[in-house]
């Protein structure tokens, strides 16, 4: 038996037949709970705990980002038109008020004791792993909202610090695939391992110098790469072997397609002498594995914080820093006009620059702390 004493009781108050995403409130709800070290009482839906406990009205649809920032604030009650959406009563008396007011959909006619906050102020948190600020979205479930909260859902899953071509050009389509899977009960797992498979089917057309259906191989699991992730989070399915899988692959395919880039080169008799080949792909391989460790040992330094959120000019830098997306975009500007071998000396040196910028700002970190500076985030300060 699972021994639940120590985690916070969540339960939701209500019943909702609208689904979203497939599940009902209480699902969701539960899920979240689950996902966040709560314990939601699903063999007593509605049952008000004699302590500290969370409560969910089962009208209202809230990003899971509301649900930390409620639970971390004992007291809290977050409202939409008056009505409690959210809240995290101290004990069992509070509850008892907040309940009422949530079956009823009316404003709480008592709010001593008790920190209400109005959606319509706009209040906004910081959501670290996403890296963004942001007011998370917060609406009444309904038939006819189901559409507009999935999207609200949606992007509110996106990082708000990541590449250009992630940010601006396969949100919507990947917005599709995500409504798609989810209806047909596509697990996060299948489009990771279906996005494998063109991840290695574009690695080797790259050998053989087939670059354009490479590419579009690539691009289709570059789209895959960002549904995976966004179904995990908007059906709160996400898992650690899940994310190990994601992020695995993430890290590892890169080299083997800038590597197999250059060794395709042969067939379009555009092959490097071996100095050239070396260079490149020491450039590419070593600005790499050193990107990667600055970042790693910037989060060490700096209490988990990404480097790409220390200042603005860090997150509008990631963008296009050399990424894999970047870089790609580098190579279909050179593929159009047949040079891919001007493509990847290209991606080199955008690689060899944002690995030096990259460390120009470790290095300042280094000094601001030295001078007894503190590192924050900009978001933070925001």
Known sequence: MVEHDNLLPVATIGVNPVKLWGLTMAERVARI????????????????????????????????????????????????????????????????????????????????????????????????????????????????????????????????????????????????????????????????????????????????????????LGLAFMVLDTVDGKLARCTITSSEWGNVADHGMDLVHPPFWWWFWATGLATWGLAYDDATFWWVQGAIQGGYVVQRLIEGLFMKQNGLMHIHVWRKFDSQFRLITARRNPNMVILFVAMLFSRPDIGLIAVAWWTAISCLIHAVRLVQAWIVRARGGTITSWLSDA
Request: aromatic letters at 10%.
């Open 33 to 216: 709970a689950r996902a966040n070290g709560a314990h939601p009482d699903s063999s007593s839906p509605g049952r008000i705990a004699q302590g500290p406990s969370i409560l969910s009205n089962a009208a209202f649809a809230w990003d899971p980002a509301w649900f930390k920032y409620v639970t971390s604030r004992s007291g809290m009650v977050l409202t939409l038109g008056g009505v409690p959406a959210l809240a995290h009563a101290a004990d069992a008396a509070q509850a008892s008020r907040i309940a009422e007011a949530m079956a009823a959909g009316r404003p709480l006619a008592d709010t001593a004791g008790l920190d209400v906050v109005a959606y319509e102020s706009g209040p906004t948190i910081e959501n670290k792993q996403l890296r963004k600020r942001e007011t998370p979205f917060l609406m009444a479930l309904t038939p006819g909202s189901v559409r507009t909260i999935e999207r609200a859902s949606y992007f509110g899953a996106y990082k708000g610090v990541t590449d250009v071509l992630t940010k601006y050009l396969w949100p919507e389509w990947a917005l599709v695939l995500t409504r798609i899977c989810a209806k047909a009960h596509i697990t996060p797992n299948m489009v990771t391992a279906v996005g494998a498979v063109f991840c290695v089917l574009a690695t080797v057309l790259f050998a053989y110098g087939h670059y354009w259906l490479g590419m579009a």
